[in-house]
């Protein structure tokens, strides 16, 4: 009898990479649910904390059992108001764990990289504190997750500079969380332009998010009854929009692209749409650079690109040109020795950065200026070289090696 117990005992031991497996499989499967099921991550967290214990020095147990930390204390921003503190430090132990064992770590990633997850659930907390005007421990909250690795130098430089860079009392829209837990830190932490309204698109679905946008920009819906809207969709109807331009007789007429349905338009999309018809271009308006052109509604022929920042205009944007270039030569490329070189979202950034130089030079060799171009394609080959900084995928590569036997 006690023989067969070990037997069964044994037959149903799992190794790690079973139980790792089975971890990862259940955070995916409970990943692809809808906004109206319901989540349930305790299985996973069960199984990978056995994992880690079988194999505590393993950065990959520990980056998923965060992950499945991380969904189980808020498992999508509608929840992000609710963020927990005990929760966060449990979290964030994890993935400090991951970059301890592994700085370059090379697993699997459900979203982000390790270092990304520091700082956005650090930040969330942060944003949590916020909403509800506790601005001590939303300072408490961005310090320490500054201090246990989230927040990087490069992030906070980069944003800094683009807060700089847009004129006073603008409008940023925002995609991701890499922009805009940087720009929510920098308006906390260093009272950095409170002027500039930032407006997470994707958030934009999520009603108690824009009731805290209306409270901070009572300018910026054109009531409080939209912001504080609950119907998450509506019949598609209105295909064209005609928004009066201020002092200039005549309207910016922009034909709608819904994000998501052909027979519905969602909440964001709705919000979007009042958010700059009551602007009336009134106001700059910015997208962060990389914006998914699918949030915004049409606007992406409108915008033009100022290289570290996309201004929308009132007419439909021609090619990059003078202003792409003086910003361009006016960026101060040094800041990029500070990119995280085991950072995926940081390299991400970097990457898209060197693409953008090389269309600066393109633009100058079309000139004829090929002496200026060499200089800019020099330029950007020292302050980010691929020993250091490698090509993020084999296209990028191609181009910027390709153009180099062009220009030099």
């Known amino acids: 009898m006690f023989l067969a117990i070990i037997c069964t005992f044994s037959a ?91 700085p370059n770590y090379y697993g699997e990633k459900v979203a982000l990289d390790p270092y990304s997850k520091i700082s956005s659930i650090w930040a969330s907390l942060a944003f949590s504190y916020l909403l509800r005007n506790n601005h001590d421990s939303a300072r408490w909250a961005f310090s320490e997750g500054r201090k246990r690795g989230g927040f990087s130098d490069y ?56 009731i805290y946008l209306n409270k901070v920009d009572p300018s910026l819906f054109s009531t409080d009854e939209v912001a504080a809207d609950t119907t998450l969709y509506s019949i598609w109807e209105t295909k064209e929009v005609q928004v009066p331009i201020k002092n200039m007789g005549k309207d910016f007429n922009w034909t709608l692209r819904p994000s998501q349905m052909d027979k519905y338009i969602v909440r964001s999309d709705l919000e979007l749409i009042n958010i700059i018809s009551n602007n009336k271009f009134r106001r700059e308006v910015y997208f962060v650079k990389g914006s998914d052109p699918s949030l915004m509604m049409g606007l992406d022929s409108f915008v033009e690109d100022c290289f570290t920042i996309d201004r929308l205009g009132s007419e439909k944007q021609p090619e990059r040109g003078k202003t792409f270039l003086e910003n361009l030569n006016a960026f101060p490329v040094e800041m990029m020795s500070s990119v995280n070189p085991f950072s995926e979202a940081e390299t991400y950034e970097l990457n898209n950065i060197r693409v953008e130089y090389c269309i600066g030079v393109q633009i100058l060799m079309k000139e004829d200026k090929k002496a200026e171009a060499l200089k800019l394609f020099t330029k950007m080959e020292k302050a980010m070289p691929v020993s250091r900084y490698p090509y993020n995928n084999e296209d990028i590569e191609n181009y910027v090696e390709g153009l180099k036997e062009k220009v030099k």
């Not at 837990?181 to 824009?210: A, F, G």
């Open 155 to 210: 992030a906070l430089k980069m944003y800094r500079y683009v807060l700089k860079s847009c004129a006073n009392n603008s409008i940023y829209f925002t995609f991701g969380d890499f922009a805009n837990m940087s720009l929510w830190y920098l308006q906390e932490m260093e009272n950095l332009r409170h002027d500039v309204t930032i407006v997470n698109l994707s958030m934009l679905q999520v009603p108690w998010y824009t």
């Open 12 to 102: 149903g031991a799992q190794t790690f990479e079973e139980l790792l497996a089975k971890g990862k499989e259940i955070i995916k499967n409970e990943r692809k649910k809808t906004a109206n099921e319901k989540t349930d991550y305790s299985e996973a967290i069960s199984v990978l904390e056995q994992a880690v214990k079988m194999q505590p020095n393993n950065p990959e147990g520990h980056y998923f059992l965060g992950n499945a930390y991380d969904y189980d204390n808020n498992s999508d921003a509608t929840s992000m108001n609710v963020s927990n503190r005990e929760a966060t430090i449990k979290i964030s132990k994890e993935f400090e764990t991951v970059n301890k064992l592994a």
